[in-house]
């Protein structure tokens, strides 16, 4: 039993204890004392102490952290405490300061005996008020990934010979990957991949940013302004650095535009894996180039290639998760683990390719999600063979 009031219990009370109960005084110099966490009984005794309402609120807010069971005893004229024990239903209990020491002795010992059911429902309060919680913040993280889904393209868009196909994996809820494929006019198209260091909310919330943020075409007048993909990084960056963010305050990406009727690519990176281009007769090339990550160095430079696509040729984009992914314990000299998984399937039909990549990621990880989002964008330019058979088809339906 602990007693908490004056140096040391009243009379009542030490008889009440006596052979009852071991009793532990404490004064209100020390409130709250230590012994409440492993208490089975707590004796208060307010004593004209701390005798206003935010006082007592407080008390018995701590109080109620407590396992054990409380007996307040009060003065006839303590109407204040009184009333605001009532507001706690029965969890903390009082009695007659001046009870004799056999009526608080049997008080003490029906406590005492509520102190295990009072527990349980304590117990089942909290894991009924935990899941709750859970159940809460579960709905509002789906409806969060459903809200970062709909900031991602619902449709592919289909340019001259070109035809996109993404994989978007999440490692929890939220992702820190975002993409985008814009067509920009008649013969250009443009697309990015960005990746929010860490993954979940943070991360998340930084690519609605990056989002809203980057500019890929500007609108002067009746006329338009393609952004060279080096400037769209640039002012990303800017804009990033600019915010002053205290986490998750860097990015990784690369931003292309390819011109579908001289099928050159121009792309930029930002310290993102590079590009994997796939050409029509299998051979693979990395588009290796310069660019520090986003949101570190304001003024950081940005430099713009060029590459001659064919008919035929395959390009991925994808995010560090996929070589996490794919990387195993013994392969740490291994820097494109992704790569290695790649190459077998590398010349099967697009859709195929991302069923397979699928399959392989969930062997991988199997009943684990990944350990950073994975993201890969394919983007294919029709060989000849269908080029030509659509130019055939076109001719055939304009003559008829």
């Known amino acids: 039993m602990v007693f908490v009031g004056g140096a040391s219990a009243p009379p009542n009370v030490q008889s009440a204890a006596d052979g009852r109960w071991r009793l532990v005084s404490c004064h209100w110099d020390q409130w709250p004392p230590p012994q409440l966490r492993d208490a089975v009984l707590t004796v208060v005794h307010l004593n004209g102490h701390r005798n206003d309402s935010a006082a ?52 003490f ?79 250009h198209v443009g697309f990015y991949v960005v990746d929010a260091v860490g993954h979940g909310l943070p991360a998340a919330l930084l690519t609605m940013f990056i989002k809203k943020a980057i500019q890929t075409k500007r609108i002067h007048g009746n006329t338009y302004e393609i952004v060279p993909p080096e400037v769209t990084l640039s002012e990303l960056n800017s804009d990033i650095c600019q915010q002053d963010l205290s986490s998750c305050h860097f990015c990784t990406a690369v931003h292309c535009v390819l011109d579908v009727t001289t099928l050159t690519l121009t792309y930029a990176r930002a310290g993102h ?25 304001p003024e950081a430079h940005f430099e713009s290639h060029t590459c001659q696509l064919s008919p035929g040729d395959r390009l991925l984009l994808y995010t560090d998760g996929a070589d996490d992914a794919f990387a195993s314990g013994d392969d740490s000299a291994n820097a494109h683990p992704f790569l290695d998984v790649l190459r077998p399937m590398a010349g099967l039909p697009k859709e195929q390719l991302l069923v397979e990549l699928v399959a392989a990621l969930d062997e991988s990880v199997g009943v684990h999600t990944p350990a950073d989002d994975v993201t890969v964008l394919v983007m294919d330019i029709e060989p000849v063979a269908v080029l030509q058979s659509k130019h055939l088809a076109n001719v055939v339906s304009q003559a008829g």
């Open 56 to 107: 007592i609120l407080e008390i018995l807010d701590e109080l109620e952290t407590s396992p054990a069971v409380t007996v307040f005893m009060l003065p006839p004229h303590a109407t204040l405490t009184r009333s605001l024990l009532a507001t706690r239903k029965g969890r903390l209990l009082w009695v007659d300061e001046d009870a004799s020491s056999d009526e608080l002795a049997a008080k």
């Open 109 to 187: 010992t029906v406590a005492a005996q509520l102190q295990p059911g009072i527990a349980r429902l304590r117990e089942k309060l909290a894991l009924g008020q935990r899941d709750q919680s859970i159940k809460l913040f579960n709905e509002e993280m789906r409806l969060a990934a459903r809200l970062q889904q709909d900031f991602l393209p619902h449709h592919l868009p289909e340019v001259g010979p070109v035809r996109f196909g993404t994989l978007f994996r999440p490692a929890g809820w939220l992702s820190g990957d975002i993409y985008d494929i814009v067509r920009l006019d008649e013969t």
């Open 273 to 297: 894996p590079a590009p994997v281009l796939i050409r029509a007769n299998g051979q693979i090339e990395l588009l290796a180039s310069g660019g520090s990550l986003l949101g570190v160095i």
